[in-house]
């Protein structure tokens, strides 16, 4: 019938294309008819739409035609993207021809949009074919503005129009598509489907300068809050008017404040309410994330928020939709925002908030934004005091599958590591007991291969961007990872050793020196992660678990953050400090190579410069001091060199009151005094006196502190000179009252206490001095004491005879 149609009859051309249309879309329809005719009949029908595009009937159904043609199988298979495009140019043409006609806009608008499919993934060729149907179309909204059903269509087809490229959009914008919805939807108030498409156009083009312009002005929250008012029980009313609102919130300033003035709040928890039995759960989806979007923009409407009921509801929907991905990304996020409410935790565990978070992770665990999300719930909801919630629900297992699932994705990393940590924050009795020296959380990561997952998590953060939204904390994937890493180290000595034999300061070594050596606070956390998990390496696995290679390039990344960052930021120089002590200890090589790199001058100007007014650095320096020159000579007189003994005494005597530094530094003490020439320098700069005072403050009550304090003195007492001072100070006194009698039971403490009292009695006098104290007695009560161990009973044995000697 179309090739028979006289090419200047249209009328003929157009009661050809009806019929054929109808004998298509009939109920006896022949499938294998409508087989033969598809192909040449989609290009008859372009062909004549374009011969007769003058005729509006012949215009109309010669798309109708199209459009049955390309409904019949797979328009990409019928069509090619060059035919689809080349159809598309003829449906806008068609349209600009017949302006304000609903029939050819109706039609022509189901054309663009089979052909918008057929084009795929090729938004250029979209654009192209598309340019200038936005001006036609807000041409016939004007041309026909009594007409609801065009209005409709036409916001419809301006929506799709947003999707074919920015290009696209701009200009649609900028032809008045914005204006024309609003216009659109203030014109047909009670018309459902003006309302759904109208507000749906107005949310689409919302980004654009032009929108941005007409949002300020209040009429589209009015308009959306109307639409709601009027047609809250349409779902496709409320999911156009949710969206609009939600990009209100989040694009024009004042908006969420206007929308909470307006009880948004309230409004958008009952939109939350009313469709939560929706199977398709799409108004739920976009009621919560409006009420996300006014939340982040204005705090205040939290408090509104949860007051109304919003956490309920909320939870209500995770828990009848936990399947669908989009309603469980709006939900939780919704909630996190909520979590920030005074009342919002004690409803979220009434709702079961927290289990439905977990379970919304599990369901959606091969889903990274859906993780993210829910991982951030958690989160807060554990600092928000809900940790027991958590850890009852399976949080732990649930955040490591999804590490284990996500490696290298940074917005995983970051919110599931955040939530990580949140949980091995928590004080005890708000998990359960403490199980040895790991809170149940600490015990359940390391169950369920926590370490592990962090450690790959940090092999391939070298790849990890800044998330697009931080929806927890601004704290970058990586040193998030670190963090958590840290935290679980620091809480389970099995965690520890964990990191050390999956590669951990590999891992560790390998984020300071590419990802974070120019970030102050990643340096800090990534040098404190070295320090926790080196020591477990130096304690339990001295042939190197942690090889030295990978201690090696660690201890690099220690020095080059002291190098970098040291004299700026004293918490990172202590934590760099921490990092080359743990590493230094017990492997002498990793010690040479540190001070051939230069850190006994840069742990000693950290200890001259930040060590007396910070603490922390203080106790770290000193630790990292001693470490780096144990049973090194040329080392101690290097540092002695830089100033280490006045330094170290400066330290020792600023923070008198604190045990830590007493211990570490009178540590320091006894590593430098191991040779003469610093015995006399030590002497000089009132060593001996600072160390006796530091044990009699803190030897009784700190047993780290007596040992250091003995071994200082029987360093510093090794010549006749030096002991005399030291028991002039009152040494002998202090390590009998505040080491040996205070720490019976501690063979260390005896052992080191017994070593000082040899050398404070090898003079008569001071042997005197020994015995009228009751030294020899206490000496053999700590001997028969600790028979069995040689070492105490060796030293013990030495003052006896130092004592008998001098009778």
Not at 59 to 76: F, I, P, R
Not at 204 to 214: E, G, K, N, S
Not at 418 to 435: E, F, H, K, M, W
Not at 559 to 578: D, F, K, N
């Amino acid at each position: 019938m179309l090739v028979s149609a006289s090419a200047a009859d249209s009328v003929v051309y157009a009661a050809n294309c009806a019929t054929l249309a109808e004998a298509l879309t009939g109920a006896h329809a022949d499938a294998n008819v409508l087989g033969d005719v598809e192909h040449i009949g989609v290009a008859l029908a372009w062909a004549g739409g374009t011969v007769h595009a003058q005729h509006p009937g012949a215009a109309c159904w010669s798309l109708a035609l199209l459009d049955v043609l390309l409904a019949s199988g797979d328009t990409q298979a019928t069509c090619s993207p060059l035919v689809a495009a080349a159809m598309m140019r003829t449906a806008v043409a068609l349209l600009r021809e017949h302006e304000g006609n609903g029939e050819v806009l109706d039609a022509a608008a189901r054309v663009i949009q089979r052909c918008a499919a057929a084009l795929g993934p090729a938004p250029g060729s979209a654009a192209a074919a598309v340019e200038g149907a936005a001006n036609v179309v807000v041409n016939s909204m004007s041309a026909a503005a009594d007409d609801a059903r065009l209005q409709a269509r036409a916001c419809a087809l301006l929506v799709l129009l947003a999707g074919a490229g920015e290009t696209v959009r701009r200009d649609a914008a900028a032809a008045g598509a914005p204006n024309a919805a609003m216009a659109c939807v203030a014109a047909f108030p009670g018309d459902v489907d003006v309302q759904t498409h109208g507000l749906a156009c107005l949310a689409a083009y919302m980004t654009t300068p032009v929108a941005a312009i007409l949002a300020s002005s209040e009429d589209a929250l009015g308009a959306a809050l109307a639409a709601l008012h009027a047609h809250g029980a349409e779902a496709t009313v409320m999911t156009s008017a949710c969206d609009t609102l939600s990009a209100l919130c989040r694009l024009a300033p004042g908006a969420a404040q206007a929308l909470h003035a307006k009880e948004g709040a309230s409004v958008l928890t009952a939109a939350c309410q009313a469709h939560t039995g929706d199977a398709d759960a799409v108004a739920t989806t976009a009621a919560a994330t409006a009420l996300s979007s006014l939340c982040a923009g204005c705090p205040a409407a939290c408090a509104s928020a949860v007051a109304c009921g919003a956490v309920g509801a909320l939870c209500d929907a995770l828990f009848v939709h936990t399947k669908q991905a989009a309603l469980c990304n709006a939900a939780c996020g919704a909630l996190a925002r909520l979590c920030t409410a005074s009342q919002a935790a004690s409803l979220l565990r009434k709702a079961g908030g927290v289990h439905a978070a977990v379970a919304v992770l599990r369901q959606h665990v091969g889903a990274p934004s859906v993780v993210c999300r829910s991982a951030s719930l958690i989160a807060r909801a554990t600092l928000a005091g809900l940790g027991k919630e958590a850890l009852a629900g399976g949080a732990p297992a649930a955040l490591t599958e999804a590490l284990a699932q996500h490696p290298g994705h940074a917005g995983v990393t970051q919110c599931v590591c955040l939530a990580v940590t949140a949980l091995l924050a928590q004080p005890r009795g708000s998990g359960g007991a403490a199980s040895g020296n790991a809170l149940p959380a600490a015990a359940e990561l390391v169950a369920s291969g926590c370490v592990p997952a962090l450690v790959r998590v940090l092999g391939a953060a070298h790849a990890l961007p800044a998330p697009a939204t931080a929806d927890a904390s601004s704290q970058p994937p990586a040193t998030a990872a670190v963090n958590a890493l840290h935290r679980l180290a620091s809480l389970s000595p099995f965690a520890a050793s964990q990191a050390v034999q999956s590669g951990g300061l590999a891992a560790l070594a390998h984020i300071g020196s590419t990802v974070a050596p120019r970030d102050a606070a990643a340096c800090q956390a990534v040098c404190a992660c070295i320090a926790c998990i080196a020591s477990d390496a130096s304690a339990n696995h001295p042939a190197g678990e942690a090889s030295m290679h990978s201690a090696g390039a660690a201890l690099e990344v220690a020095v080059a953050t002291l190098t970098r960052h040291g004299a700026a930021h004293p918490e990172v120089a202590a934590a760099a400090c921490s990092a080359l002590a743990a590493l230094a200890t017990g492997r002498t090589t990793l010690a040479r190579r540190a001070v051939s790199a230069g850190a006994i001058q840069l742990v000693c100007s950290c200890l001259a410069r930040q060590g007396v007014t910070h603490a922390g650095t203080a106790t770290a320096a000193a630790t990292a001091l001693q470490a780096l020159t144990t049973g090194d000579a040329a080392a101690k007189e290097a540092a002695a060199d830089v100033g280490a003994i006045a330094a170290t005494v400066t330290c020792l005597r600023t923070h008198s009151t604190v045990p830590t530094v007493a211990a570490s530094c009178a540590g320091a003490l006894g590593s430098l005094a191991v040779s003469e020439v610093n015995q006399g320098l030590a002497a000089q700069h009132g060593a001996i006196e600072a160390v006796v005072a530091a044990l009699i403050a803190h030897g009784t009550g700190d047993s780290r502190c007596a040992t250091q304090c003995c071994v200082a003195l029987t360093n510093l007492a090794a010549n006749a000179a030096n002991e005399a001072r030291a028991v002039t100070a009152g040494a002998t006194s202090a390590v009998l009252k505040h080491a040996l009698q205070a720490h019976p039971g501690d063979a260390r403490v005896v052992e080191e206490a017994c070593a000082a009292l040899a050398n404070l009695s090898f003079t008569p006098a001071h042997a005197d001095t020994a015995k009228q104290l009751g030294v020899p007695a206490a000496v053999c009560v700590a001997k028969e004491r600790h028979a069995g161990i040689a070492s105490v009973v060796s030293q013990a044995d030495y003052v006896l005879e130092a004592l008998a000697s001098t009778s």
